[in-house]
């Protein structure tokens, strides 16, 4: 059963319209002011989403990714089409390795095809990589439920933090963090869910405007504060997700998760990262390969919100020529990550783990 509700309606982040050769996505950027879909209906409007963030989050990167090469070829067929729309789309954001895993898979669909049978193979293989990212999501519910019930005990409580926004939003369904919470409220275990903020760009507004969709008791906290709440005591355990996972179990992640991480282990509190097979890299040695997306200056400069009238706008909190610094991602070194929760289980974060996990990514 699909967790993804809004106003209590089941549905997807992502709902391909093939018969209109188009898809629809949540804009994320107008959340959680404003619940909007968007139609994309080119391979550029696909770019241009995945871009600007108004579809974030790993996986669904991938997936929108996947459904971009299959815009991009009902409007060309060609080879040098199948070419510009994979450097297109890869060209949009460096660091979740969603993107990239999505777009070698649909060019190993669809280069061996005569061109003619591209347009509804790259549709169909689309649309396979968003149920596989469903049901992969559901699983790492389940997996992540039985960690979180060992926490809890006998206790009554069970109180989880969590950073960004790693729910349904940035995937087709369920989520990745936030799916064992999911799991654990649907199955009656009392959960409460810490949210940071995430600035610059406020994932965990998201967060906290999915999760009360569902109805989840959650508080929001400014960044900040994470460091006290888990040096007070009373947080069981971070869960996050990842936006790759290197082979050495180093996990890049939204900014701040490192510090969180850091703060976790200095209170004792196990620190999970959940993630599907699509977010590991296996060809990337360790987290100091991973490239880290650097964004624009003005995602600091200029905050976003709604005026007592109920108008969305923008508001400079800096001026133009401050110097601002802006890397979207920070690493967690394996030391600091308790378990890695997959849709194949749960593991350490190592290379061990891993390949004891996927055993068909040893190789010699
Ligand atoms: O920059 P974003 O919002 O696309 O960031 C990616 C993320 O959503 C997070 O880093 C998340 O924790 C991992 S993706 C499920």
Request: glycine letters at 8%; proline letters at 5%; hydrophobic letters at 45%.
């Amino acid at each position: 059963m699909a967790t993804m509700r809004v106003d209590g309606t089941p549905t997807r982040t992502i709902r391909p319209l093939a018969n209109a050769q188009a898809v629809e996505i949540i804009d994320q950027t107008a959340l959680p002011h404003e619940y909007r879909w968007l139609r994309l209906s080119s391979l550029e409007a696909a770019a241009q989403a995945i871009g600007s963030m108004q579809v974030r989050g790993a996986p669904l990167i991938g997936v929108t990714a996947a459904y971009g090469v299959a815009l991009a070829m009902a409007q060309g067929d060609d080879d040098a089409s199948l070419v510009v729309a994979v450097a297109t789309l890869a060209a949009t954001r460096p660091t979740a390795v969603n993107l990239r895993w999505a777009l070698t898979r649909m060019q190993r669909c669809l280069a061996p095809l005569p061109a003619a049978a591209r347009a509804a193979a790259a549709w169909q293989e689309a649309a396979r990589i968003a149920d596989e990212d469903v049901e992969q999501c559901r699983q790492i519910g389940k997996h992540g439920l039985q960690l979180l019930r060992r926490r809890a005990g006998g206790r009554g409580r069970l109180e989880i933090m969590t950073h960004c926004n790693a729910g349904w939003l940035a995937t087709v369904d369920h989520g990745t963090a936030l799916a064992p919470v999911y799991a654990a409220f649907d199955a009656g275990v009392d959960v409460h869910l810490w949210v940071s903020e995430t600035r610059p760009r406020n994932q965990g507004l998201l967060t906290a405007w999915e999760v009360a969709q569902h109805g989840v008791p959650h508080t929001l906290v400014a960044d900040n504060a994470a460091g006290l709440l888990l040096a007070r005591g009373g947080i069981d355990a971070v869960i996050v997700g990842a936006d790759r996972i290197a082979a050495n179990g180093d996990v890049a992640n939204k900014i701040g998760t490192y510090l969180k991480a850091l703060a976790a282990d200095a209170a004792a509190v196990p620190f999970y990262v959940a993630a599907p097979r699509s977010t590991i890299d296996f060809a990337c040695p360790s987290g100091a390969a991973i490239p880290i997306e650097e964004r624009a200056a003005d995602e600091l400069r200029i905050v976003h919100g709604r005026d007592a009238s109920g108008v969305c706008g923008q508001l400079r909190q800096l001026p133009a020529g401050e110097d601002v610094a802006n890397p979207a991602f920070d690493i967690t070194p394996a030391r600091l990550v308790g378990a890695l929760i997959t849709e194949r289980g749960c593991c350490p974060a190592s290379s061990e783990g891993l390949l004891a996990l996927y055993p068909e990514e040893r190789h010699g």
